[in-house]
């Protein structure tokens, strides 16, 4: 499922990028959104998903689509963005003022070849799009296994703990039952924990923590596990 974020205060301008991203591909989520809310900075700030963004870059309320594209940029250097307009002159600033734009369409030049064009040269993209997916209990969730950093027991719920930079998710399984649907990248450090080996930077089994990329230090790194963690 590939989740794309379109920002436009025109609703028709919405509807026909909405329509034309399913012409394309049968596998998308798709989020809309006419001006900066807050369920749009929170969609920013959760980092645990690889995005398209399709942003106008001229909108109502003096706020302008390089607007967001810089709060996206501020958390988020890999997903991609895609400015539209009206006006081609508006390029040169946005070229200026963000990083890593995928490319600029103007709505009156070819728009929907052109935008066609683009969405899927991004969807052809080897990125590392695996996922952990759970569905029960009328909980759903898809979260990237790079954005996992480590997974360890609640022993009072009795549910796993699902942590990444910016969220953590509760699951009901078992350390045994997580582990059939994870990769090589995952090894169970201790008996309560499973830890992303790609995000260990630190590792000290007299004291027994391993410390993250991300400066966390977590208790939970036992030498019964060393052989697994230096594989």
């Known amino acids: 499922m590939v989740k794309f974020v379109v920002v436009d205060d025109d609703t028709r301008e919405i509807e026909h990028v909405s329509s034309l991203i399913h012409e394309i591909t049968d596998n998308a989520k798709i989020l809309k959104f006419s001006k900066i809310t807050q369920e749009l900075k929170n969609e920013i700030n959760n980092v645990d998903e690889h995005k398209v963004y399709i942003l106008d870059i001229e909108l109502a309320n003096k706020v302008s689509g390089i607007t967001i594209a810089k709060m996206i940029r ?17 390029f040169e600033s946005a070229y200026r003022n963000v990083y890593g734009v995928f490319s600029f369409l103007e709505k009156f030049h070819e728009f ?16 590392d799009n695996q996922m952990f997916k759970y569905n029960a209990n009328n909980v759903e969730l898809n979260v990237f296994y790079r954005a996992i950093l480590y997974i360890t027991r609640d022993t009072e719920e009795r ?18 039952e997580i582990m059939k649907h ?8 201790h008996r309560s924990c499973i830890v992303n080996k ?31 963690m230096e594989r």
């Not at 549910?159 to 045994?176: D, E, G």
């Not at 994870?182 to 450090?189: A, I, P, T």
Request: net charge positive; aromatic share 12%.
């Open 182 to 189: 994870l990769d090589k990248r995952f090894v169970q450090c």
């Open 159 to 176: 549910k796993l703990v699902i942590v990444t930079p910016t969220n953590k998710y509760k699951v009901s399984m078992t350390i045994k």
């Open 112 to 127: 929907d070849k052109r935008f066609k064009r683009d969405v899927k040269a991004i969807l052809r993209r080897n990125f």
């Open 74 to 90: 501020e958390v988020d250097w890999v997903s991609e963005i895609i400015f539209i307009t009206n006006h081609d002159k508006m």
């Open 198 to 228: 790609d995000h260990v930077e630190v590792k000290n089994y007299k004291e027994g923590y391993f410390i993250l990329d991300n400066g966390e230090k977590v208790y939970l790194l036992s030498k019964m596990n060393k052989k697994l």
